[in-house]
């Protein structure tokens, strides 16, 4: 792949993340405090738990673009005042989730990006990243107790790269087994119940 096609393949995933954030953006809006501590389709979290996770989940992505290199041990943050996501993780969460979006469409090349001593491409980065992203906004919605499906083409098109990214050995630390579903189902539905929840 030379570098012109290397970019426009970055440019589609970047694309993909910034569309999952914006649907989990819309998720966050229906959150009050009230709600922090309900239960959401993560059994061992409570929302609270599921936010500060999402949080950590935003730092390691802007830590890929901006550094190049995902620390396992734990690296400095990428410079910027998120806020405290103890004190208000929606806040932290939505602060992260712009400063996110404008670093990975501000990259110039596709880099690769080290993970102690492999390395991925970005775009299969921020492509991992849309998945988590968007269903963590999904999760988010059902603990709040007002249901959003993924949709429809963002959802077909996270199920397509799921079927490639999650294998036998995520299920069950990062994801549920897959959840059999009554057909037909819509892509939202398919799409959940593969990463492990029920709809």
């Not at 901006?66 to 602060?95: K, W």
């Not at 979006?101 to 980065?125: E, H």
């Not at 107790?145 to 199920?159: F, N, T, Y």
Request: hydrophobic share 45%; charged share 20%; net charge negative.
């Amino acid at each position: 792949m030379n570098v012109r096609d290397g970019t426009a393949a970055l440019s589609r995933d970047v694309a993909l993340l910034e569309r999952a954030m914006g649907y989990t953006l819309g998720s966050l809006v229906l959150v009050t405090p009230d709600d922090m501590a309900n239960p959401t389709p993560c059994a061992a979290w409570d929302l609270r738990c599921l936010l500060l996770h999402m949080n950590e989940s935003l730092h390691t992505l802007h830590e890929a673009i901006t550094f190049g290199h995902l620390d396992l041990i734990g690296a400095a943050s990428p410079h910027a005042d998120y806020g405290d996501p103890e004190l208000d993780p929606v806040s932290s969460l939505r602060n992260r989730a712009c400063q996110l979006v404008g670093a990975w469409a501000g990259a110039r090349q596709p880099p690769d990006v080290t993970i102690a001593d492999r390395s991925l491409g970005a775009g299969i980065v921020a492509a991992t990243g849309a998945l988590e992203v968007a269903v963590h906004g999904w999760d988010v919605a059902q603990a709040c107790g007002s249901p959003r499906p993924v949709p429809a083409a963002l959802a077909e098109e996270l199920l397509g790269l799921g079927r490639v990214l999650v294998c036998d050995q995520d299920r069950p630390v990062r994801f549920g087994p897959s959840v059999p579903l009554i057909t037909p189902a819509g892509p939202s539905d398919r799409l959940v119940a593969f990463l492990g929840r029920r709809p």
